[in-house]
């Protein structure tokens, strides 16, 4: 076996996704002798799949709430110290132009992922930072102080401080399959339960394949033994499966640790803005102005209607009933489902189908002011690595810029 250019580096950075990128320039700029290594022939192969390519990079609400992971004010903290605005000016000053759009998310204004990846290329490449690509890191070992990199070609590389960025296990054809929990597990680190998050969900009940296709805006909730755990307003998209759309898949982190323990349901409420008693105003006065209709087409002037005809199916009212023959008790009822599409979960899609691995890296045994493992000197995290998942809208990316940020800067002083 031969020590790539027998070089001694400060600091080795296994993973040259977003995080690992970051944490390499910041540490170059810092005056660290760095090598980046990654297994896919490019740099940033997930940073060019986020945002459907357009890499919605950041976002200007980004705060703790947004999160979710094992310790909010460790969250919070390592955002502080390079935060959503400084993101920004990093890109910014990389010559990079970008825009907002609606809800605060950030894009590079040439709608192009590929820009931020050219980006932070071109200024890894001005740091002389060392890249190996396409080389897997098959093993890690603590030799006295330093560590030994073993690559997939048998090369080894010897490295002061090493930075593990090879993020959760989500998206495994983007290079992510999960190496490093492995390698943490044997150096004494314990890892969160993982699970799949941002995926889409499975539903039990079959008429969803009847309106697969169908997108709705809605309040979606999780409910767990009749408690709601987590809810999101917004677009919902029915699938020959289940659900997925941004509204549904935000859900799908916090079911994981429920499934198959306990009874867990998905709420669709389809007029979050309107009371129950509002919605039921609504309904009577549009029956008293169309009570000749049938009570199905009624409907579809209220929900899209392909959904009108199963709403009235699941609570057994015919659809043909003129509107005004429709009693009290079955008007209160399509109020009430409107505002309750109870749906049974019956799973969540697997990781490959994920945008981000709830789970990781316990965030108790490392060191919140430099992502350095409190367990293991001289190794340091950032990214989705951690403990750390965020909401849709750029929140993810952040954390990648903003731990790989601490972490580089940590370990190069
Ligand atoms: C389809 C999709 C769309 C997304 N869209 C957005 C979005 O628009 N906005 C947003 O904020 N977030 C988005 N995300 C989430 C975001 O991409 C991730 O949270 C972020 O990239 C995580 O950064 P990271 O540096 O931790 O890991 P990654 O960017 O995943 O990088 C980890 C790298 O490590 C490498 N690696 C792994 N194991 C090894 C090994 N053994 N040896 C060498 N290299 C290794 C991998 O190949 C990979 O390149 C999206 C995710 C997906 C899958």
Redesign the pocket.
């Known amino acids: 076996m031969s020590k790539l250019n027998q070089k001694i580096y400060d600091i080795a950075i296994?993973?040259?996704?977003?995080?690992?990128m970051m944490a390499a320039i910041t540490a170059s700029k810092n005056k660290a002798s760095v090598i980046l290594?990654?297994?896919?022939p490019q740099l940033g192969?997930?940073?060019l799949?986020?945002?459907n390519g357009r890499?919605?990079l950041t976002n200007k609400f980004a705060d703790v709430s947004r999160y979710h992971g094992g310790n909010s004010q460790f969250i919070e903290s390592v955002l502080k110290n390079f935060d959503q605005f400084t993101t920004m000016n990093f890109f910014e000053n990389l010559g990079l132009i970008l825009k907002e759009e609606n809800l605060g998310r950030i894009f590079p204004r040439s709608d192009q992922a590929s820009s931020v990846v050219d980006a932070l290329i071109g200024e890894i490449e001005n740091q002389n930072i060392d890249i190996v690509l396409g080389n897997?890191?098959r093993k890690i070992e603590k030799v006295g102080e330093a560590f030994k990199i073993v690559l997939q070609d048998s090369r080894e590389i010897i490295t002061h401080k090493l930075i593990l960025?090879?993020?959760g296990k989500?998206?495994e054809h983007?290079?992510?399959?999960g190496?490093?929990y492995f390698w943490l597990t044997k150096m004494g680190h314990t890892i969160a339960d993982l699970y799949p998050a941002l995926s889409p969900i499975e539903i039990k009940e079959t008429w969803i394949k009847d309106v697969q296709g169908l997108k709705v805006e809605a309040n979606v909730k999780t409910i767990v033994n009749n408690e709601k755990i987590h809810e999101k307003y917004g677009d919902s998209l029915f699938t020959h499966f289940g659900l997925s759309g941004p509204a549904a898949m935000a859900q799908a982190g916090f079911i994981g640790p429920f499934l198959g323990k306990s009874d867990v349901k998905i709420s669709l409420d389809l007029f979050p803005e309107m009371e129950l008693k509002k919605l039921d105003e609504k309904i009577i006065s549009i029956i008293s102005s169309n009570g000749a209709k049938q009570i199905k087409n009624v409907l579809a002037g209220l929900i899209p209607s392909n959904l009108a005809p199963i709403i009235l199916s699941i609570l057994k009212i015919n659809p043909d009933k003129k509107a005004a023959e429709v009693s009290k008790v079955d008007r209160i009822n399509i109020s009430k489902i409107l505002k309750n599409i109870e749906l049974t979960i019956s799973g969540v899609r697997p990781f490959k189908e994920a945008?981000?691995t709830h789970g990781g890296v316990n965030l108790d045994e490392v060191d919140v002011k430099t992502l350095e493992s409190k367990i293991v000197p001289g190794l340091y995290f950032a990214?989705?690595?951690l403990d750390v998942d965020g909401d849709s809208g750029?929140?993810?990316?952040?954390w990648?810029w903003s731990s790989g940020y601490l972490a580089g800067k940590s370990c190069a002083n």
Not at 14 to 20: E, H, K, L
Not at 37 to 40: G, L, M, Q, S, W
Not at 394 to 398: E, H, I, T
Request: contains cysteine; neutral net charge; glycine residues 20%.
């Open positions: 296994v993973g040259g996704g977003a995080s690992g290594i990654e297994k896919n192969r997930k940073v799949a986020t945002g890499c919605n897997q890191v960025t090879t993020g989500s998206a983007l290079g992510t399959s190496d490093a945008q981000v990214g989705e690595i750029g929140f993810n990316l952040q990648a």
